[in-house]
């Protein structure tokens, strides 16, 4: 028989991320040193049982069940100048809109007739939208879908404002904590942008009733295993209620403009690895996953998320809220295209749901 000393190796490796993986799934965690090396292992093989682990965990809770939400990006304004992002204050060759109220209106019954149940308000952090302006927006949009959820992801404000937005009838917010390393917060935020602000807010919205959603990039500039393990570790202390994981992908006229792209193995495994951690998770196949790769979303999915996001905001201004370079706006990221979606989701064996998908981790 010939004896192959690298496939050898190799084969040990995988057994021992098999192991790792089958420990996680048990108790949902990992010591320290364990999930570091998971997260250092780069088979395939290892990533394919990851995966197949987290489908099984994610059926036993959402069976084929994936969930979609309707995004309307209701304006590309933002105070802050975060070194990642496309839609920065410094960046002066986006052409800055907001939606009036009536617009937001007509894409929630726009989306509301495709069969969405959940809208997501996303936006930059413009202080256009007070926290009168946007409470009446919310308030409106719940009495016209009363049966609909609106989740809000607009940012860091005060803790009265997310209070008065819940109150007006808000379900859910998602705010990334970007990362738990403070090191590394300070290399992707200016000086201005504060670490212990980001996760005063998030623990905010927790106290204010939210389902609140945290999460962060891969492959951002400078993370590292360690950086992901704070991110694991810290999500271990926030229990969030959904987790926004996609790759970095860099911006043309951002500081990061020539920093390379997060990777599709490393953004996967981070989802297999959150659903075993956080069985019950609402986690998106985002669209920068989509972006990333032809076949992103489907992907994800098959690596335990178990949401996806299309967008409904007015064709017009899709191409403005560019977050990062060659967003994907159409085909299965338009929510216009669902029935598409539906087909794309059915072929890999999962089945679009049209409820509201609320969190099933009431006891958060
Ligand atoms: N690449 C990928 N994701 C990005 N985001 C912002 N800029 C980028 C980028 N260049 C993410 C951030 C933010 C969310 C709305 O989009 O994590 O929280």
Same mark, same amino acid.
Not at 73 to 78: A, D, K, Q, R
Not at 125 to 130: A, C
């Given at each position: 028989m010939k004896h192959n000393k690298k496939e050898e190796t190799g084969d040990s490796f995988i057994l021992r991320g098999k192991k790792l993986t089958d420990r996680l799934r048990q108790e949902q965690t990992l010591p320290d040193a364990e999930f570091k090396e998971l997260l250092e292992m780069d088979e395939e093989a290892v990533l394919d049982y990851l995966s197949q682990n987290a489908r099984q965990v994610r059926e036993q809770y959402y069976g084929s069940k994936i969930y979609i939400r309707g995004l309307i990006?209701?304006?590309?304004? /933002?105070r802050n100048n975060c070194y990642? /992002?496309?839609?920065?204050?410094?960046?002066?060759s986006v052409q800055r809109y907001r939606l009036q109220p009536e617009e937001i209106y007509q894409c929630t019954d726009e989306g509301y007739e495709l069969g969405f149940r959940t809208f997501v308000l996303q936006g930059g952090?413009?202080?256009?939208?007070?926290k009168e302006r946007l409470g009446e927006i919310i308030r409106h949009i719940k009495n016209r879908h009363p049966d609909c959820a609106v989740t809000l992801s607009f940012g860091e404000w005060e803790k009265e404002a997310y209070q008065y937005w819940k109150e007006c009838g808000a379900d859910r917010y998602l705010l990334r904590?970007?990362?738990?390393?403070e090191v590394h917060y300070a290399l992707l935020h200016p000086?201005?942008?504060s670490f212990v602000r980001r996760r005063q807010c998030l623990q905010w919205l927790k106290e204010a009733g939210y389902q609140t959603g945290a999460g962060f990039m891969t492959?951002?500039?400078?993370?590292?295993t360690d950086t992901l393990l704070a991110d694991l570790r810290y999500l271990e202390q926030l229990q969030p209620h959904m987790a926004g994981i996609g790759p970095f992908l860099p911006q043309?006229?951002?500081?990061?403009?020539?920093q390379p792209a997060g990777s599709l193995h490393m953004t996967l495994k981070l989802l297999a690895v959150l659903r075993l951690m956080f069985p019950k998770i609402l986690l998106p196949a985002t669209t920068a996953l989509g972006t990333l790769h032809e076949k992103g979303r489907e992907m994800g999915i098959l690596a335990g998320a178990n949401v996806i996001m299309p967008n409904l905001s007015p064709k017009s201004v899709r191409e403005k809220?560019?977050?990062?370079?060659?967003k994907v706006i159409s085909g299965?990221?338009?929510?216009?295209e669902v029935r598409r979606l539906a087909s794309h989701m059915r072929a890999i064996g999962y089945d679009i749901c049209y409820e509201r998908g609320d969190s099933l981790m009431t006891e958060c």
């Open positions: 990006e209701f304006t590309n304004y /933002c990642y /992002c496309g839609i920065r204050r410094g960046n002066r952090e413009d202080i256009f939208f007070t904590h970007e990362t738990a390393s000086d201005e942008m492959g951002s500039p400078g993370q590292t043309h006229e951002t500081p990061f403009a020539s809220y560019q977050l990062y370079d060659n299965d990221e338009s929510a216009q």
